[in-house]
């Protein structure tokens, strides 16, 4: 899941949020730095070198030694917040650090995380940095988060934003083992882990009217940061978007597991099936309705056509959910939506849930005034001939 920011275009002509100038003393929050440079151990890890890990380990080398100006640099956090350094193998380097003393709970900020943000997040401190375990949930590694737990990581830890490892699993794994941490109680653990989610209020990042789980991991806006989860060697924008539901499809899964209302409406009007419609997620769409998902749920919010689904969507068609006269018992169904911005796939999904073709909306117009294209129109009207 990539990091969450405000766009200037939501703050509008002339009311660019100021931006703060930073303190004077700022760099009294700075870690204790033993170097500017890399230390032998850094360099090691850096090179992808294992070996030479190894032996530097067992020879004395210290593994919680810091360096960098700030001190956010070392060897747990190099592992893990590597840059695309080629770390030949990370799971057998944690191991390799952790056995020889690595403190699983050393707390770094990631890169261009201090200091105010012109968009008015807040600034990573020392005290409330990242960790081992917050990063390694982010980027779904089981064989990572295992060994840290077992070394005293503390899945309670909450960052700058507020967020903790959990808020950051979406591999189900991962999931299950930073949630058996939290709450060792099988009979309770679900209604707590969720409880727990819904806790998490990111109101700096202005999305506190979809602020629940499900909505948050249909958005892509799961605890305000998000370091960038290792995407594929080859990512390219093509490849990239299955990747990112595949990790969005684990997220909904688990969170439909644990207790999370399918049906559920937040006070921005949006639904689950509306979003995952919207981004054209059609797998987690398929989730939905299989875990009782209401397949005609209407709402009144406006939805653009966004990249992932047809452009061509007419004017008229997209502001017709905010015209006056729309309510929940008369608005937009997901299949006049999937009607509207031409998405044959979509609308055969929905069918396929038995959708209702003969509802119509507040202004009497039915799914077919909202078709725009000859491939939706073909299912539209099968067996109504």
């Not at 990370?90 to 261009?112: F, I, M, Q, S």
Request: proline letters at 8%; hydrophobic letters at 40%; one cysteine or more.
């Amino acid at each position: 899941m990539a990091a969450l920011t405000l766009s200037a275009a939501s703050c509008g002509p002339g009311l660019m949020p100021e931006v703060p100038q930073r303190h004077p003393d700022y760099k009294a929050d700075w870690f204790p730095t033993q170097s500017e440079d890399r230390l032998p151990l850094d360099v090691a890890i850096y090179s992808g070198r294992l070996d030479d890990v190894r032996a530097l380990l067992e020879a004395g080398a210290n593994p919680n030694a810091r360096w960098g100006m700030s001190g956010d640099r070392f060897p747990l956090q190099e592992v893990l917040d590597s840059g695309g350094y080629q770390v030949t193998d990370p799971a057998e380097t944690v191991r390799l650090l952790l056995k020889h003393g690595a403190d699983p709970n050393a707390k770094w900020c990631p890169y261009e995380s201090r200091g105010p943000s012109e968009w008015g997040s807040p600034s990573c401190t020392s005290a409330k940095g990242m960790t081992a375990l917050m990063f390694a949930s982010t980027a779904g590694r089981a064989d990572i988060v295992e060994p840290l737990l077992q070394a005293g990581a503390d899945a309670h830890a909450k960052n700058w934003v507020g967020a903790s490892a959990l808020d950051y699993a979406y591999d189900e794994i991962v999931f299950e083992l930073i949630s058996r941490s939290l709450f060792p109680d099988l009979a309770t653990r679900d209604r707590k882990a969720l409880e727990w989610l819904n806790a998490y209020q990111a109101e700096w990042i202005n999305i506190a009217p979809d602020s629940t789980p499900l909505m948050r991991a249909l958005l892509h806006a799961d605890a305000g940061f998000v370091p960038p989860p290792p995407p594929p060697l080859n990512a390219t924008a093509a490849n990239y978007k299955p990747y990112r539901d595949d990790r969005t499809l684990g997220r909904v899964r688990t969170l439909l597991r644990i207790g999370a209302n399918p049906n559920e409406r937040t006070d921005g009007d949006r639904t689950p099936l509306s979003l995952a419609l919207q981004n054209r997620a059609l797998r987690t769409a398929r989730v939905l309705l299989q875990s009782g998902a209401d397949v005609n749920q209407r709402w009144c919010k406006r939805f653009l056509a966004t990249w992932a689904v047809h452009q061509s969507i007419p004017n008229h068609l997209a502001e017709r959910g905010q015209a006056p006269g729309c309510n929940h018992d008369n608005g937009i169904t997901p299949l006049m939506w999937t009607a509207a911005v031409g998405d044959r796939e979509a609308v055969q999904l929905l069918l396929e849930f038995n959708a209702d073709r003969s509802l119509s909306d507040w202004a009497d117009r039915s799914v077919l005034d909202y078709a725009t294209t000859r491939e939706v129109w073909e299912p539209l009207t099968e067996k109504q001939q």
